[in-house]
């Protein structure tokens, strides 16, 4: 039996409440076990960045709650939700949300500097991200110096770093030409092969969709499909090619 990484029981965000609700989630149940690749898609306002938010203690339930490896983190307030997020869970976002001033290198072990972890720890990480999303030559480049898809293989990596529980990442090809979404998603595949990493994605991008091996989908913030496709499309392309 696969160990159950999210558990979320009955996630409902409401609006309005005193007036007329307006349930951007409704009563959704979902359960990730580790190593998962799954995507969550649906139209605009189907609820799917809701969802990942409240996964991810961005924001907080009308009703329900969220269980990492068993803690409920809806009860998590303050220093005490920061910490755990900081300690557990990896974000990558379709703006990159990479600091300007620092270089890829810098990007890439901030997290790590911020859970104080030990100097060679870090570097010896870092290197071998850089070496994993083949941007080895580029250690100590700032974002405006890269391309799009690069910035975004610093962020994946930036995410992955500390060896988080699970991945989730909100529409993370939506500014990225067709190559650089493709040689992105191959390497974000190889790593969850790999590395037994667990990636939960929000999605309007069908590239995203026929990589997945579980696809949920959403319409007007309810779960109406849960399937595991039984054909993968996937198309090897090598992810040390250019951006």
Do not use: C, W
Request: no cysteine; glycine share 6%.
């Amino acid at each position: 039996m696969k160990e159950t990484v999210i558990d979320a029981h009955n996630l409902s965000k409401i609006y309005d409440e005193n007036t007329i609700p307006v349930y951007a989630l409704n009563k959704v149940h979902l359960h990730i076990s580790r190593g998962e690749f799954t995507a969550i898609k649906g139209p605009s306002g189907s609820g799917k960045t809701t969802l990942l938010n409240m996964i991810g203690g961005l924001d907080i339930p009308s009703e329900g709650f969220v269980e990492i490896n068993g803690t409920n983190i809806t009860e998590l307030r303050g220093n005490k939700l920061i910490d755990f997020r900081l300690n557990n869970i990896g974000f990558v976002f379709q703006s990159y949300n990479l600091i300007p001033v620092l270089t890829a290198k810098e990007n890439i072990e901030f997290i790590m500097l911020l859970q104080k972890r030990p100097k060679q720890e870090t570097e010896q990480r870092v290197l071998e991200l850089l070496k994993q999303i083949g941007l080895e030559d580029k250690i100590n480049k700032r974002p405006r110096e890269l391309s799009g898809g690069q910035q975004q293989r610093v962020a994946v990596a930036r995410a992955l770093a500390p060896k988080p529980q699970f991945i989730l990442a909100d529409e993370p090809t939506a500014n990225l030409d067709s190559v650089s979404a493709e040689n992105l998603l191959d390497m974000m595949l190889k790593l969850n092969e790999e590395e037994n990493m667990t990636f939960v994605f929000s999605t309007h991008d069908q590239r995203v969709i026929n990589r997945a091996r579980r696809v949920i989908t959403l319409e007007d913030g309810k779960m109406v499909s849960d399937t595991a496709p039984t054909t993968i499309v996937h198309e090897k392309i090598e992810i040390n090619k250019l951006l």
